[in-house]
């Protein structure tokens, strides 16, 4: 599936704009940039992102994934939780950016509430309001949704990400057949995320699950991470490799290279002999390398994942596009670490 956030900062959004929309329209939307920014100063995104990084995603989708030229409807992109999460109000959005931008805001802000026990008919009242919207702020509102959900298992707590998951495939997948580039979008989304509508307790679940986790990931050899733990579970798979193993194999570097935790894995209800595995194949900040081999080969089913893990790490086609000096280091590595699990078994 597509992720969006190729612009940091307002340089890269700049210069991304350039050619998009006219000159005006970036000037404009700049000074939106900087009011969103000043508003939104000291707020982080659940897995710990500068707020502004989610703006600038919506931007991106709106103006490079839709062809948006309207400026109104970017800088509401920019602004559009400004009056529900900041102190900035409709009417100075409406003095400073127009009423067209401002109207669009508004469509998308949810309604303060005057108690908790109002929250659930508020929303649903909310995201009624958004299904018979206008166009733009349909479109508007899914950039806004897509960039929240499109990395939706860095959210540190499982239960939001379930949630999540739920309401977007029962309200925002419907509307986004609005334009059939957002469609394709929430297609695609919806399938790379479904292993959060049950437990992760197949090898499928846990091939997407690993996908999501490493989707952004570049390996040493400059291609996507997740490809070397697929091959892995191939590998470990050729070898006779149990479905847990063959889980564990294609999990076997998501706590120790993403975010993803072992505490996460677990409510995720991947099956504990799966996460045994994966937390014995997970190598300790600071762990010597033989401390870390001697403590894995405590769980015997651990071996064979990591001795596939090794096999596509050391074949010849990855080594072959690593410098010299790497590719003996990482030999003379492997075959130490095989000497170990041979000569470590419990």
Same mark, same amino acid.
């Given at each position: 599936?597509?992720? =969006?956030?190729?612009?940091?900062?307002?340089?890269?959004?700049?210069?991304?704009?350039?050619?998009?929309?006219?000159?005006?329209?970036?000037?404009?939307?700049?000074?939106?940039?900087? =009011? +969103?920014?000043?508003?939104?100063?000291?707020?982080?995104?659940?897995?710990?992102?500068?707020?502004?990084?989610?703006?600038?995603?919506?931007?991106?989708?709106?103006?490079?994934?839709?062809?948006?030229?309207?400026?109104?409807?970017?800088?509401?992109?920019?602004?559009?939780?400004?009056?529900?999460?900041?102190?900035?109000?409709? +009417?100075?959005?409406?003095?400073? =950016?127009?009423?067209?931008?401002?109207?669009?805001?508004? +469509?998308?802000?949810?309604?303060? *509430?005057?108690?908790?026990?109002?929250?659930?008919?508020?929303?649903?009242?909310?995201?009624?309001?958004?299904?018979?919207?206008?166009?733009?702020?349909?479109? *508007?509102?899914?950039?806004?949704?897509?960039?929240?959900?499109?990395? *939706?298992?860095?959210?540190?707590?499982?239960?939001?990400?379930?949630?999540?998951?739920?309401?977007?495939?029962?309200?925002?997948?419907?509307?986004?057949?609005?334009?059939?580039?957002?469609?394709?979008?929430?297609?695609?989304?919806?399938?790379?995320?479904?292993?959060?509508?049950?437990?992760?307790?197949?090898?499928? +679940?846990?091939?997407?699950?690993?996908?999501?986790?490493?989707?952004?990931?570049?390996?040493?050899?400059?291609?996507?991470?997740?490809?070397?733990?697929?091959?892995?579970?191939? /590998?470990?798979?050729?070898?006779?490799?149990?479905?847990?193993?063959?889980?564990?194999?294609?999990?076997?570097?998501?706590?120790?290279?993403?975010?993803?935790?072992?505490?996460?894995?677990?409510?995720?209800?991947?099956?504990?002999?799966?996460?045994?595995?994966?937390?014995?194949?997970?190598?300790?900040?600071?762990?010597?390398?033989?401390?870390?081999?001697?403590?894995?080969?405590?769980?015997?089913?651990?071996?064979?994942?990591?001795?596939?893990? /090794?096999?596509?790490?050391?074949?010849?086609?990855? *080594?072959?596009?690593?410098?010299?000096?790497?590719?003996?280091?990482?030999?003379?590595?492997?075959?130490?670490?095989?000497?170990?699990?041979?000569?470590?078994?419990?």
């Amino acid at each position: 599936m597509k992720v =969006f956030g190729n612009w940091r900062s307002w340089n890269e959004a700049a210069n991304g704009l350039d050619g998009l929309v006219t000159a005006e329209t970036v000037v404009r939307l700049g000074e939106a940039y900087v =009011f +969103a920014a000043e508003n939104h100063r000291g707020q982080f995104r659940p897995a710990g992102e500068p707020y502004v990084w989610h703006l600038l995603e919506v931007i991106e989708l709106l103006a490079v994934e839709l062809g948006v030229t309207d400026g109104a409807l970017l800088t509401a992109g920019l602004l559009h939780d400004v009056v529900e999460d900041t102190d900035a109000t409709l +009417a100075e959005t409406t003095q400073r =950016f127009g009423a067209r931008t401002a109207s669009l805001v508004d +469509a998308v802000t949810m309604p303060i *509430l005057v108690s908790s026990a109002d929250k659930g008919v508020a929303r649903k009242t909310y995201l009624g309001g958004i299904a018979n919207a206008s166009v733009d702020v349909v479109r *508007l509102k899914l950039a806004d949704r897509y960039s929240n959900v499109q990395r *939706l298992h860095t959210h540190p707590q499982v239960a939001k990400q379930r949630s999540y998951f739920a309401e977007t495939v029962e309200h925002f997948v419907p509307l986004a057949g609005v334009d059939v580039r957002l469609a394709r979008l929430f297609t695609e989304w919806a399938d790379a995320y479904d292993f959060l509508a049950g437990d992760v307790e197949t090898v499928d +679940a846990a091939d997407k699950l690993a996908a999501a986790a490493h989707r952004e990931q570049i390996d040493k050899t400059g291609t996507p991470y997740v490809n070397h733990v697929r091959r892995t579970a191939r /590998i470990a798979t050729a070898h006779d490799a149990s479905e847990h193993q063959q889980m564990a194999a294609l999990l076997h570097d998501s706590v120790e290279d993403t975010l993803l935790t072992l505490d996460q894995l677990r409510h995720l209800g991947t099956p504990p002999a799966v996460v045994d595995m994966v937390d014995a194949l997970t190598h300790r900040t600071d762990e010597p390398q033989h401390d870390y081999l001697k403590r894995l080969a405590q769980t015997p089913d651990a071996i064979l994942v990591k001795r596939a893990d /090794i096999e596509d790490n050391q074949s010849s086609q990855r *080594l072959a596009q690593l410098d010299p000096d790497t590719q003996q280091r990482l030999r003379v590595k492997y075959r130490t670490a095989l000497d170990i699990l041979d000569t470590a078994r419990p």
